[in-house]
């Protein structure tokens, strides 16, 4: 008697032939639209993808994240020119959507309510086409996670940027007209990584706004004002980590409102940046009238103590205090100090003893004349850049500096030495002179071939050895 019943073994024989039969109809259907698409792309408003006979090309996953400006001819991931084509509105299960170099924003956006990634930056910024506003209607994209508008012309975010709960990364890189962040940030519950680079005109944060934010990694950037933004909104935010840049220091009005960042519990802040100004890396000290704000400034320097077992960059601006903090004792391999007119450093002061990079800009006090207090418990110290010198002869101390491999001078209009007074640093290994009009006329005049230690100085991006 036949059975129609098959055994295990039957069935599973059959179901792979199945199986097989169905994976090898998957593939026929797929090249098959793969030739459709390219011989009618234009029809379709398709744009090149990475082809399938590519294995060595990885492949595009709908993501939070955009790393690369590739584009994608699929209805859940689209990078366009044209933002207005109204194809792209059919596809209302959109997840990514990359504009580079949109003047506007599409108006139909707010239908592509299944959004995680919305890109709508510039590759670089420009005054005639960059994007200068983002619609209320925004508030309908809840799903979205990832909002980059960086090289844009925004100038404020609307207050509906409160309804984007899920998002995780914002970017407003090089926003040059941004000038202020809502209050209404704070409740973005979910946001990690709020990214604001190079904002010239952002000086000030709405109170309360940036506390809120407490699961934040990265902050880029945080400005202290009299009537809005203080320090103290720091203190939640724990998880950060990177590099955190502060501005506008001097209105840290006491000691204890420093101490209220809480620096100490930040473990992850690899670099910071403490700048009393709010230009970076221009003068920008302001009027300062009295002894009493000139000590109050070293107590609030004092008082921003980090997380010293993490901290390795650390840069100080504008500031003009006396004293250099005692925190620097720490794990401290890089040090820029800019425009600290004030500076006093006693011989015995001991720098970081793991310090091997030091950058010295503008007039910064004792430090311009002296570098002596570099000499006593550092052996570690491998690159100096001196930039902006206010004297004529090199700092006393520095041809001391054995352990020197790269020497750098820009923009020192009055720096004056001679050749031979640099041959004590016998492990130095390059010597680069920029701007600076009577090194360079000295480069016409003076034998550098006995700096027989060096084997590259360049003066103006010449070789002068070689030249001699």
């Known amino acids: 008697m036949c059975s129609y019943l098959l055994s295990p073994c039957a069935c599973l024989k059959h179901?792979?032939?199945?199986?097989?039969?169905?994976?090898?109809?998957?593939?026929?259907?797929?090249?098959?639209?793969?030739?459709?698409?390219?011989?009618?792309?234009?029809?379709l408003h398709l744009l090149p993808s990475h082809s399938h006979a590519e294995p060595q090309q990885p492949p595009q996953f709908t993501s939070s994240v955009v790393d690369e400006p590739e584009i994608f001819g699929r209805d859940l991931d689209k990078q366009i020119d044209d933002i207005e084509n109204p194809s792209i509105y059919e596809a209302k299960k959109l997840r990514t959507l990359v504009g580079k170099a949109s003047k506007s924003v599409p108006s139909a956006l707010h239908q592509l309510t299944c959004l995680r990634t919305l890109d709508l930056s510039h590759p670089y910024y420009t005054l005639g086409s960059a994007l200068e506003g983002l619609p209320s209607e925004v508030n309908r994209l809840l799903h979205l996670r990832y909002l980059d508008l960086s090289n844009t012309r925004?100038?404020?975010?609307?207050?509906?940027?409160?309804?984007?709960?899920?998002?995780?990364?914002?970017?407003?890189?090089?926003?040059?007209?941004?000038?202020?962040?809502?209050?209404?940030?704070?409740e973005l519950s979910n946001l990690r990584h709020l990214e604001v680079e190079n904002t010239r005109s952002l000086k000030y944060y709405?109170?309360?706004?940036?506390?809120?934010?407490?699961?934040?990694?990265?902050?880029?950037k945080f400005v202290v004002n009299d009537e809005w933004s203080v320090i103290g909104e720091l203190g939640n935010l724990n998880f950060l980590q990177g590099r955190l840049d502060i501005r506008g220091l001097r209105h840290v009005k006491s000691v204890n409102e420093a101490k209220q960042a809480e620096l100490q519990k930040k473990k992850n802040i690899s670099a910071l940046l403490l700048n009393f100004g709010y230009k970076e890396y221009e003068p920008d000290i302001g009027h300062v009238s009295s002894e009493e704000e000139i000590r109050r400034m070293e107590g609030v320097l004092e008082n921003l103590e980090p997380h010293k077992e993490s901290l390795e960059r650390l840069e100080i601006q504008n500031y003009v205090g006396s004293t250099l903090p005692t925190w620097m004792m720490s794990n401290i391999t890089y040090l820029l100090l800019m425009c600290c007119p004030n500076l006093k450093v006693e011989p015995q002061y001991l720098f970081p003893p793991r310090l091997e990079s030091?950058?010295?800009?503008?007039?910064?006090?004792?430090?311009?004349?002296?570098?002596?207090s570099l000499t006593h418990n550092n052996n570690?110290?491998?690159?100096?850049?001196?930039?902006?010198?206010?004297?004529?002869?090199?700092?006393?101390?520095?041809?001391?500096l054995t352990s020197l491999q790269q020497l750098i001078f820009n923009s020192c209009k009055y720096l004056d030495f001679k050749p031979e007074e640099l041959k004590p640093l016998i492990m130095l290994r390059k010597l680069d002179i920029f701007h600076c009009p009577i090194m360079t006329e000295r480069s016409r005049e003076e034998d550098w071939s006995i700096l027989t230690d060096i084997p590259n100085i360049e003066i103006d991006d010449k070789d002068i050895k070689s030249r001699n």
């Not at 199986?19 to 792309?41: G, P, Q, S």
């Not at 940027?161 to 000038?179: F, H, M």
């Not at 709405?206 to 880029?220: F, H, P, V």
């Open 15 to 43: 179901g792979g032939a199945l199986i097989y039969d169905i994976a090898h109809r998957i593939k026929d259907i797929r090249e098959r639209l793969a030739e459709v698409a390219l011989t009618n792309k234009d029809q």
């Open 154 to 186: 925004l100038k404020e975010l609307p207050e509906t940027v409160r309804s984007l709960v899920n998002l995780q990364t914002l970017k407003l890189n090089r926003c040059y007209y941004l000038c202020k962040l809502p209050e209404v940030i704070g």
């Open 206 to 220: 709405s109170r309360g706004g940036i506390k809120r934010l407490s699961q934040l990694r990265t902050l880029s």
């Open 358 to 372: 030091l950058e010295l800009l503008e007039d910064v006090g004792v430090l311009s004349k002296s570098l002596m």
């Open 380 to 400: 570690s110290l491998k690159s100096l850049s001196i930039s902006s010198f206010p004297h004529s002869s090199l700092p006393q101390g520095l041809n001391q």
